[in-house]
Nanobody, 118 residues
Framework: QVQVEESGGGLVQPGESLRLSCAASGSNGAIRAMGWFRQAPGQQRELAASITTAGTQYFGESVKGRFGISTISRDNGKMTVNLQMTNLKPEDTAVYYC?????????WGQGTQVTVSS
C-alpha cells in the first residue's frame, strides 16, 4: 500500500505564492507519476500539474505559466514532489489533492485547502 502525505496549503492574498508538497512511500519502486489535482465547491476535480518519473510535466490550462512542479527526491520506493504556485488568483481556491500513479492503481491524499482571498 502506498502512503501519501501532503503538506502546505492555507490562506493567501491574490498575487501571492504558495508551495504544496507531497511525499509518497511504500511503492516498492512502482511510482510512474505524481501530480496535484484540485476541486472547487460544485466543480469537478481537475488537473493542476503532474510530473512523470521521466520528468515529463503536464499542466492544467488555467495554471500554465503560474504553477511549477518538480521532483524533490526519488529513492527506494519513495518520491516527493513540490507544486509551486505563483500569482495566485481567487479562482485558484480549492481543495488540492495529491495523486500517485502506479501500474496497478492510483493513490490519493486526503487533500489540503488553498484559499486565495483579500
Amino acid at each position: 500500500q502506498v502512503q501519501v502525505e501532503e503538506s502546505g496549503g492555507g490562506l493567501v492574498q491574490p498575487g501571492e505564492s504558495l508551495r504544496l508538497s507531497c511525499a509518497a512511500s511504500g511503492s516498492n519502486g512502482a511510482i510512474r507519476a505524481m501530480g496535484w489535482f484540485r476541486q472547487a465547491p460544485g466543480q469537478q476535480r481537475e488537473l493542476a500539474a503532474s510530473i512523470t518519473t521521466a520528468g515529463t510535466q503536464y499542466f492544467g490550462e488555467s495554471v500554465k505559466g503560474r504553477f511549477g512542479i518538480s521532483t524533490i527526491s526519488r529513492d527506494n520506493g519513495k518520491m516527493t514532489v513540490n507544486l509551486q504556485m505563483t500569482n495566485l488568483k481567487p479562482e485558484d481556491t480549492a481543495v488540492y489533492y495529491c495523486k500517485v500513479v502506479t501500474p496497478r492503481e492510483d493513490w490519493w491524499g486526503q487533500g489540503t485547502q488553498v484559499t486565495v482571498s483579500s
